[in-house]
């Protein structure tokens, strides 16, 4: 009898204990796959930034100043000139814009969409993968214009404030068993938001 008991007791035991080395080894690769997907939406993040903030910086550069610099803005699209060779030779005109979620609808993230940019309506050039781009534009008073910017008011904008979320296009793990498919999933994400850029058009 006492030698039952000891087995049945060896054998809870070492069932606790396999559900505890189970438990443990899928929080570490929990852990590791956040910490792989952190890393990878922080690189496309940064190189998707620094596209944008050197242009966004420069739109306007060689626009005479009797010239308007800024052709449309909007909050998910923005169009200007700039002369992009610096020879003097003729001025450049600049689109970016975000595309649709359903360009992606392979990933399986649903936000997934792309940030384009076109120079002069020739195709448009995938700048990077984001789950947001958003677009605002204030005035040198400080007031917010509304989008999209009439014509009128174009020539008003100072600054432009980009916002940008990143997102892993894969999920890392389903954020419960209520939901079905990747809108009950969760994604490493990294967010990103310039709100002091000022073109040279505006400096004028």
């Known amino acids: 009898m006492a030698d039952s008991i000891d087995m049945l007791f060896s054998i809870v035991l070492g069932s606790m204990l396999m559900i505890n080395i189970l438990t443990v080894n899928d929080i570490a690769s929990e852990t590791y796959s956040v910490y792989s997907g952190d890393m990878s939406v922080q690189e496309i993040l940064v190189t998707t930034v620094q596209v944008l903030e050197g242009e966004f910086r420069n739109m306007g550069f060689g626009v005479p100043e009797n010239e308007q610099t800024v ?43 792309f940030v384009y940019r076109t120079v002069n309506g020739t195709n448009g050039l995938k700048v990077g993968v984001v789950t947001t781009f958003r677009l605002r534009y204030l005035a040198m008073s400080g007031e917010q214009l509304t989008v999209p910017v009439t014509s009128d008011r174009l020539s008003e904008i100072h600054e432009v404030e980009i916002t940008l979320e990143v997102q892993n296009p894969y999920a890392v793990h389903s954020a419960g068993t209520s939901g079905v498919g990747p809108t009950n999933s969760l994604h490493s994400s990294s967010y990103w938001q310039q709100t002091r850029l000022a073109s040279q058009n505006s400096r004028r």
């Open 71 to 113: 052709l449309a803005a909007d909050s998910a699209s923005i169009t200007f000139l700039i002369d992009l060779d610096r020879n003097g030779a003729g001025l450049d005109t600049v689109r970016y814009f975000s595309g649709d979620s359903t360009e992606l609808n392979y990933t399986d993230n649903q936000r997934d969409r």
